[in-house]
């Protein structure tokens, strides 16, 4: 019966939340063409038309390779559930492994290569094709595929241990150990963040000094004046693998850096550098880091709770498709089916996110307007909007729902208003 009532359950919202993704898409697809055959006022003086087509051009391609994209991962998440197929894979990594720890981390592994296999075809057509129509592919077949195998290397080396030690969590520590195994991750967490600057990303990109001596000095006094304290500026070779260009910092703690494509620094003037820094210094200044960080520490600890309830319900496997296993343990069947099924539940939360978002947005391009001329950030983010191809014109709906920063009018309207004041 609580079988029934939770496959009925995930059937709906699971078409609810797929109707919505194509209706979302369709509407930015329409509203996005109905105005590609004008620059919005606010910035016909700044970009060309046909900079703005070309925009508009590059949003419609990226949406509809989206609608294809989430039809067949549709098909590929019912596939995993409803008919069968995580079963199917359970029952074969079984007989190959026998029960005990070697059949759960087995298991995660091979849903995790067979996920990673189907999603190959639309990441080579993303880079290969649809970024590389546009012109922001810099990016060899050869360097592709050597940043995807250090990247399963690195998920394995830190993945397997990090699960290993959930798992035994799991198994080992009671009714509570879904509490036990949020300290572990929110520990990994933060050693991700004092790691990735100085360890990780520089396994993927050269990471070199800032060389100009007038831009750095002009960064630096930014810092002193907001009271910033870096362990250094550094250029990364965006440029390899995109033409698409941004700025920030990462690390925590001591171990802050403030990193800046090459594209980036190309492209703007030392002022306008300067302008964008400061946008993201406001999120360190006001606490946006921080917050962010408890906010994510506080919904996994929740969603933990919750498949700590679910683990324990016969009806939470049999109702998406899989028997649990006797004697060999569902620990990592579990997490699996809610890595599956939640995405299927919240997607119609995804405003809430965006807009607190949305919030931290405004208040650093506030923060950036009272410490460096609010004209020089509009300036650079409509070279940034140009240069990234970022659509003037998103349907309102669309964008609530996808997108974490404000639409380009809204925020430079703020910021017009912030720098008459």
């Known amino acids: 019966m609580y079988s029934l009532v939770f496959s009925i359950l995930f059937v709906s919202f699971f078409v609810l939340s797929l109707s919505l993704r194509f209706w ?15 620059v919005p006022a606010e910035f016909a003086a700044r970009i060309p038309l046909e900079a703005h087509q070309k925009a508009a051009d590059y949003t419609v391609a990226k949406t509809k390779f989206g609608m294809v994209a989430t039809f067949f991962g549709a098909v590929v998440l019912i596939g995993f559930t409803l008919l069968g197929g995580l079963q199917a894979l359970s029952l074969a990594v079984l007989d190959a492994t026998g029960p005990g720890m070697a059949f759960q981390l087995g298991l995660v592994a091979a849903f995790a290569l067979v996920s990673g296999m189907l999603d190959l075809p639309f990441d080579l057509y993303r880079q290969f094709v649809l970024e590389q129509r546009f012109g922001f592919n810099k990016m060899t077949l050869k360097l592709w595929f050597a940043d995807m195998l250090k990247g399963v290397l690195l998920g394995a ?18 009714p509570l150990w879904w509490f036990y195994a949020w300290m572990v991750w929110s520990g990994f967490q933060l050693l991700m963040m004092v790691l990735y600057p100085t360890v990780i990303a520089p396994m993927f990109n050269k990471f070199t000094p800032l060389a100009d001596d007038s831009l750095k000095a002009r960064i630096e006094g930014l810092m002193q004046r907001v009271g910033f304290a870096s362990k250094g500026l550094f250029v990364m070779d965006g440029s390899k693998r995109s033409a698409h260009g941004n700025a920030y910092f990462s690390g925590f703690g001591s171990n802050k850096r403030i990193v800046f494509f090459d594209t980036l620094l190309s492209r703007l003037a030392p002022q306008e550098i300067e302008a964008v820094l400061a946008h993201e210094l406001g999120h360190f200044k006001l606490k946006h880091i921080v917050k962010r960080i408890a906010v994510m520490f506080a919904v996994s600890l929740g969603f933990l709770a919750l498949l700590g309830f679910l683990k324990e319900q016969p009806w939470f496997y049999t109702g998406l498709g899989v028997e649990p296993l006797l004697g060999a343990g569902n620990d990592a069947v579990a997490l699996i089916l809610f890595m599956l099924a939640l995405p299927v539940f919240t997607f119609a939360l995804s405003p809430l996110t965006s807009i607190s978002s949305r919030k931290h947005e405004f208040e650093a391009d506030a923060f950036a307007a009272k410490h460096t001329d609010s004209n020089d950030l509009v300036s650079a983010l409509v070279k940034m909007y140009e240069d990234n191809a970022s659509t003037l014109t998103p349907d309102p709906l669309h964008s609530a729902f996808y997108d974490s920063h404000p639409p380009a009018s809204v925020r430079i309207r703020q910021l017009n208003l912030a720098g008459a004041q």
Do not use: E, Y
Not at 24 to 38: D, E, I, K, W, Y
């Open 24 to 38: 979302l898409a369709g509407r930015q697809v329409r509203h996005v063409l109905a105005n590609r055959a004008r």
């Open 157 to 174: 080396a830190l993945g397997l241990p990090l699960l290993w030690i959930v798992l035994t969590l799991m198994d080992k520590t009671g």
